[in-house]
């Protein structure tokens, strides 16, 4: 589906309520422009524009940042893109009345194409890293509550990251299994 003014494109995936959003990418002799965000239109498509903070990461290549997000009631809408480099991101739904609960979406996000994952409330969030660093943006419809942060442990879900020995944080290493975590979604 396109927005009116043909900015971007809300392209649905397996999971309900989970995008990706496609820009319009203009390219001259100097290089690119891409717009990753416009509220009218977001609104237009029938998606959340009330983000609260957004942030970015700076990860190097065979790092996996997963599968992350927020408990409620700090849970949020997420858009995430890279805004360098490229990495492979996985979308999880966690929502227990969801046709979809406990699946999983990935999808390349690429800084050339500009195109970003859009998640609901209720969706974990992860990423490998393929070029030799990447700087991925976030936007959330909440402030980060270190209270409410947790995630799935990144190879419990059943996502293939073609790699066996990845780049983790600590914390990442003693999340709780998919199988474990009882959601409140």
Known sequence: MKDSLGLFEKIETPLNGCFEIKPVVRKDVRGAL???????????????????EEFHTISFKNVVRAMHFQLPPEDYVKLAY??????????????????????????????????????PKGFAFGYKVLTD?????????TVFSAKCDTGILW????????????I?????????????FDSPF
């Open 34 to 52: 891409i717009k990753t965000f416009h509220i009218p239109t977001f609104k237009e498509l029938g998606l959340s524009a009330d983000f609260q």
């Open 82 to 119: 890279c805004a360098s480099g490229k990495v492979l991101a996985a979308a999880l739904d966690l929502r227990k009345n969801s046709a979809t609960y406990k699946k999983f979406h990935m999808l390349e996000l690429d800084a050339t194409k500009g195109n970003s994952f859009y998640l």
């Open 168 to 180: 983790l944080a600590e914390k990442d290493k003693t999340l709780p299994t998919l199988a474990e």
């Open 133 to 141: 660093q990447a700087v991925v943006i976030y936007k959330t419809t």
């Open 155 to 166: 190879n419990s879900c059943g996502i293939d990251w073609q790699i066996s020995d990845p």
